[in-house]
C-alpha cells in the first residue's frame, strides 16, 4: 500500500500558483464585505425607485389590434397567357397606450410575402432565445 503526505504534495502546487498569481489583490481587500453588504441593503430599499425611474426610458410599443387580408386572382382575360399571381392586401391595425388605433396596409406577391414571414419567424425565434429571456427577467 502506497501512502504519502498530502502537504508534500500541495506544497509545489501551492509555491506554483503563488508565483503565478502573486500580482492579485486578496478579493477581501479590494472590496470589503462590509461594504457589499451596505450596498445591497441601499439597493434593495431603493429598488422599486429605480424600477419607476428606469420605467420612463422604456420604450411604448403599439400592440396588436386586427388584422384583415384580402386575396385578388385575375381569373380571366384575353390578354392572360398562363398563370397568374394572386396578390395579397393586408391591414395591420395596432393600438398605441391611448387607445389610438392606426392602420398599416401592405400589398404583396407571394414570393415577397414568404420572404416577410420567414424574417418575422426568424425574429420570433430570437426573441424567445435565451439572451431575451435574462433581459425580461431583469426587467420584471
Known amino acids: 500500500m502506497f ?8 506544497a509545489p502546487c ?3 500558483l503563488s508565483t503565478m498569481f502573486r500580482c492579485l489583490v486578496p478579493l477581501d481587500d479590494f472590496f470589503p464585505f462590509d461594504l457589499y453588504r451596505d450596498q445591497l441593503q441601499a439597493y434593495q ?4 425607485t429605480l ?19 384580402r386575396m385578388d386572382v385575375q381569373v380571366a382575360s384575353k390578354n392572360m397567357k398562363g398563370q397568374s399571381d394572386p396578390l395579397f392586401s393586408l391591414q395591420l391595425q395596432l ?11 401592405l400589398c404583396s406577391d407571394v414570393t415577397n410575402l414568404k420572404a416577410v414571414t420567414s424574417s418575422l419567424d426568424e425574429a420570433l425565434k430570437s426573441a ?9 427577467r431583469f426587467m420584471s
Request: aromatic share 10%; proline share 4%; glycine share 4%.
Open 3 to 10: 501512502l504519502c503526505d498530502s502537504s508534500s504534495i500541495l
Open 14 to 16: 501551492w509555491n506554483f
Open 45 to 48: 430599499v431603493q429598488k422599486d
Open 51 to 69: 424600477r419607476d425611474r428606469l420605467s420612463l426610458f422604456s420604450l411604448s410599443l403599439p400592440s396588436y389590434h386586427t388584422l384583415r387580408w
Open 95 to 105: 393600438s398605441d397606450e391611448k387607445g389610438k388605433v392606426v392602420a398599416h396596409s
Open 128 to 136: 424567445r432565445g435565451p439572451h431575451m429571456k435574462r433581459i425580461q
